[in-house]
């Protein structure tokens, strides 16, 4: 069998990677998982590593993940969707949809992105331990304001469109995406989820189908799947879930 | 004559619009700029907040800026300006080219958008002044790791090709991006560059190069252009461009 894809990403956690893998996975496409393969096999992070320093061709990644595909090397994770996305019909052709769906991930990319600098607002090469004070200040803004900002407007677009898909009429890579996004925050924010659910019926009924299609439940079952954990994107810290009431500053 | 795009953005600021704004003055297309018109002209801040109210037809936006172009609605500032530059000739035609200008671009916005999350790394609902001690904290580590990761980056792509162009060997709206980071940086943390400056020679080149590009000298030299300010997504706080020696840490 040919291998069309080489996907290269931290191997042991989700992170941005995971919305890259969900695509691969829902198109059927086969393709390797480069730094999770044993270094016997060309695989591990040496690798990775390898291209990360220059030392392959094409366009130079500044950090993973990044896809190999006939030659092309192609990072920023929603860039990596929409264009397997494009080779595998999981996006309408027109220029308009595409643009309105890549817009949709960006914006799926931001929140998961927010999501992350809540336990690391102050560097991303520091630890959370050195810089928990900060992030339990900015915990507070995120579930109270982010969250319901960002998966509130995810339920609008569901509502102006045919209540089940984010593009058009069909299922494409933006559900996929904001599939993952939910699930990110059911781990990292189940409590402030948990307060949000009733207002986002549309979401969490995408959510469920997303989570039935037949390749991604195959794949969710599945060991490609790594759990999430406290060294990802998604971070279930207790302390950072917080209750937010009246007495929210300033 | 015929406007061909509506663009809507913060009035006031150059923001994330102004890399859309780069992009659509660079191909010397005809649009508005609809939040700085007058409200007596459908223009101003009413126009903008009706359409994110929903109250308009396609893809509703989340935030600035958002195009609206023969009755689409295309948001996230890097999107955007591909989807202009794929219509006047800024970008190659290829997938590969396209797909990897769109990852320049979007390593581009990241890096402004951490530029943003110095002044504001606790929330964007609070003011400067009541985040100065965390954004003190976080502005070590941009001037000190980020700044040089990001333009460090961009300048070895342009040494991995042509030495002048990010992408292939023409001109494109990733060089027009990466001009406008630059200047963004320029403004905000001119030490910073000031010391980076004898490592960046191919960037510095080609800022300037895209500075001399006729319809952008004549763009910077008029009233479209608004200066940088305080209230951006730049922002000159001479205590945040610091210093940052050996005594870093942890």
Known sequence: MTID???Y??????????FVRLVLEDAGASYRDVAREPESKDGGMPAM???????GQ???????????????????????????????????????????????????ADCADEAHDVHHPIASSLYYEDQKAEAARR??????ERIPK????L?????????????????????LGAFQLVEGIAYAFPKALGRLGPKIPRLLGLRKRVAERPKIKAYL???RRIPFNTKGLFRHYPELDVEVGDEMEP
């Open 221 to 223: 079952a599945s060991e």
């Open 9 to 18: 990403y931290w191997p042991g956690i989700q992170g941005r990677g995971e």
């Open 5 to 7: 894809y080489a996907l």
């Open 155 to 175: 339920e609008r677009v569901l509502e102006r469109g045919d209540g089940d898909h984010l593009i058009g009429k069909e299922h494409s890579y933006a559900d």
């Open 150 to 153: 960002f998966l509130g407007w």
């Open 58 to 108: 094409g366009m130079l990644p500044l950090a993973p993940p990044f896809l190999v595909h006939e030659g092309a090397v192609i990072a920023q994770s929603a860039n990596i969707c929409a264009y397997v996305a494009a080779r595998h019909g999981l996006v309408p052709k027109d220029d308009a949809s595409r643009a309105n769906a890549l817009q949709v991930m960006l914006t799926i």
């Open 139 to 144: 915990a507070r803004y995120f579930v109270s």
């Open 49 to 55: 590593m390898k291209l990360m320093k220059g030392e």
